[in-house]
């Protein structure tokens, strides 16, 4: 074994190195053999470990041997070396059996590859020096091995919390460790503090074994008195084991619950379908009930109606109505058989189901109204339901009142359109029925035009084109029609409902300016007409002047060619020259004879008057042109 004081020799290796030099000064002085071992060597399983044996000093020659001591305190010799000079002549002797085999290297170090768990024990290093003397030293060394992942085993039977002991939880193993791990218990994560020895309120036992490995296998077995509390509680075990250097690990186990038996103190006894605050159900839908009470197992649930038979008998406490009708209202119980509950625990609930229906609505009147122009009437809207339905009348969306009652005054034909009646239930949103009629307004047409706007210099003129139109509604549709022909066929106007719209383009004349363009709207009603005016309307001056001058121009045009081909027509002298009188020829010619055959004709031509012949010298030309 290793003297106590060796760590203070390893602490004191600077000063018996400086006393080696001093007697290597002093030739006659011996030199004492000392060791360099480390007193606690710690791996890992399965890693590589060398122990370290190193004599200190000068020393020609000397011994080094490996000893192992067993469990019975014997010390067989494993490995041995001897000094020669410079080298070290390694020898082994007993390898124990080992795989793979102890090993000593150069230096004369012990190696150890592979470390199990049955390395773990004193290892002796020993030295033989000659007249140096003789030293040991011992090395420990110590193989941790990591537990394998913790498991537990809970009760899975049903635990009563009536027993006034402490019962079996469960059972946490932590396997193949090395040294043995040590097991704590954990109810919803704080850490259980519980004693080894038996007691009523809870304590927990321990058993550890070796295994063929030579790992070591830790059993904890968990016991405590149970509460109601615990029905929900998270338990698990965990195992914490060593590491070299002082190092630790933890490995939980999976949490798990228990199951409890416990007696009901509480029943609770309600809708568990889509319903009102109120508890308003509507008709028609599937409504369950359900029944809980806080015992476990749970027990057995008996479902009924209140002065009825029994509806159901089961484990779940469900009750369920398929299409739930008014009729189904009324009080419901429910019961729950638990025997162990105690004398003091109401074990039955009872619930009152409303059930919300609403019937059809009906109106007074059928689903068109007809009414004449500036009439009244009432129409009644009568609804059937529970809880007491509203009733909301609108007209295109726009809300007219609340009540039963609809009253229509002085009728217009703005009245015309659909009429809403919807009946709602306050308590219960998303019941609601509508019913709706159309009212529809006789009487005779009603005539808007869109009057002609004056020019800008206040007249129009003749050949000006205008567009006139003009709109209608009534009922039956009237019909629209214009004293001339032309106008378009009446077609409904996009966004007013109810009217009817005709146009008629032409020119304006001045007799539509005397007379006006009359539009007709008529049904079996009646009629109403609208007489379009135009007021002053110019004749086109510019134009006449063109006209007038055209024919000026025209009339003198066809004078010059009578005047061109008359005077071509003349024989000699000017164009222009005096008439000769009657019976004096001018000087130098010869009187006028009858015996030519020409000239009586020219005298004709030349003397002749309108009446085609001479009339006492009175019918002849004046001046000749």
Known sequence: MEPPDAPAQARGAPRLLLLAVLLAAHPDAQAEVRLSVPPLVEVMRGKSVILDCTPTGTHDHYMLEWFLTDRSGARPRLASAEMQGSELQVTMHDTRGRSPPYQLDSQGRLVLA?????????????????????????????????????????????????????????????????????????????????????????????????????????????????????????????????????????????????????????????????????????????????C??????????????????????????????????????????????????????????????????????????????????????????????????????????????????????????????????????????????????????????????AEIEPKADGSWREGDEVTLICSARGHPDPKLSWSQLGGSPAEPIPGRQGWVSSSLTLKVTSALSRDGISCEASNPHGNKRHVFHFGTVSPQTSQAGVAVMAVAVSVGLLLLVVAVFYCVRRKGGPCCRQRREKGAPPPGEPGLSHSGSEQPEQTGLLMGGASGGARGGSGGFGDEC
């Open 114 to 290: 592979e470390a199990q768990v049955g390395d773990e024990r004193d290892y002796v290093c020993v030295v033989r020096a000659g007249a140096a003397g003789t030293a040991e030293a011992t090395a420990r060394l110590n193989v941790f091995a990591k537990p394998e992942a913790t498991e537990v085993s809970p009760n899975k039977g049903t635990l009563s919390v009536m027993e006034d002991s402490a019962q079996e939880i469960a059972t946490c193993n932590s396997r193949n460790g090395n040294p043995a791990p040590k097991i704590t218990w954990y109810r919803n994560g704080q850490r259980l503090e519980v004693p080894v020895e038996m007691n009523p309120e809870g304590y927990m036992t321990s058993r550890t074994v070796r295994e063929a490995s030579g790992l070591l296998s830790l059993t904890s077995t968990l016991y405590l008195r149970l509460r109601k509390d615990d029905r929900d509680a998270s338990f698990h075990c965990a195992a914490h084991y060593s590491l070299p250097e002082g190092r630790h690990g933890r490995l939980d186990s999976p949490t798990f619950h228990l199951t409890l038996h416990y007696p009901t103190e509480h029943v609770q006894f309600w809708v568990g379908s889509p319903s009102t605050p109120a508890g308003w159900v509507r008709e028609g839908d599937t409504v369950q009930l359900l």
């Open 292 to 449: 809980r009470g806080d015992g476990s197992p749970s027990p057995e649930y008996t479902l009924f109606r209140l002065q009825e038979e029994v509806l159901n008998v089961n484990l779940e406490g469900n009750l369920t109505l398929e299409g739930v009708t008014r009729g189904q209202s009324g009080t419901y119980g429910c019961r729950v058989e638990d025997y162990d509950a105690a004398d003091d625990v109401q074990l039955s609930k009872t619930l009152e189901l409303r059930v919300a229906y609403l019937d059809p609505l009906e109106l007074s009147e059928g689903k068109v109204l007809s009414l004449p122009l500036n009439s009244s009437a009432v129409v009644n809207c009568s609804v059937h339901g529970l809880p007491t339905p509203a009733l909301r009348w609108t007209k295109d969306s726009t809300p007219l009142g609340d009540g039963p009652m609809l009253s229509l005054s002085s009728i217009t034909f703005d009245s015309n359109g659909t009429y809403v009646c919807e009946a709602s239930l306050p308590t219960v949103p998303v019941l609601s029925r509508t019913q709706n009629f159309t009212l529809l307004v006789q009487g005779s047409p009603e005539l808007k035009t």
